[in-house]
């Protein structure tokens, strides 16, 4: 079996969200990570990370949701780029745990 970690993107959020004594104007720029777990019986896809979509209008796709985070990514940040670099594709068979739809 092989794990890989794949970008999913990152999010801007307020510092004071994670360590309560920052200034409530400083950031933190967060990683959205991505786990593949290669099997011979099959992969497993835990999250899939922040949608393209996200980085042009994230209110359409996270609604009041945006107002606590912005995301951050270039034009190959996401999972999609991410599987085709490892030969896969959004249309693999793939079983696709997500702790949250971001």
Not at 28 to 52: E, K, S, W, Y
Request: net charge negative; with cysteine; charged share 25%.
């Amino acid at each position: 079996m092989k794990m890989h970690v794949l970008n999913g993107g990152r999010l801007r959020m307020r510092k004071s969200v994670y360590l309560p004594e920052a200034e409530r104007s400083e950031t933190i720029d967060l990683p959205v990570a991505c786990m593949l777990f290669r099997h011979g019986q099959g992969n497993v896809l835990f999250d899939t990370g922040c949608h393209p979509q996200v980085v042009d209008d994230a209110a359409a796709r996270w609604g009041a949701m945006a107002k606590a985070m912005t995301p951050i990514a270039g034009p190959d940040d996401d999972l999609i780029s991410e599987l085709k670099t490892l030969g896969l594709g959004p249309d693999e068979e793939l079983v696709v745990l997500r702790p949250v739809a971001l």
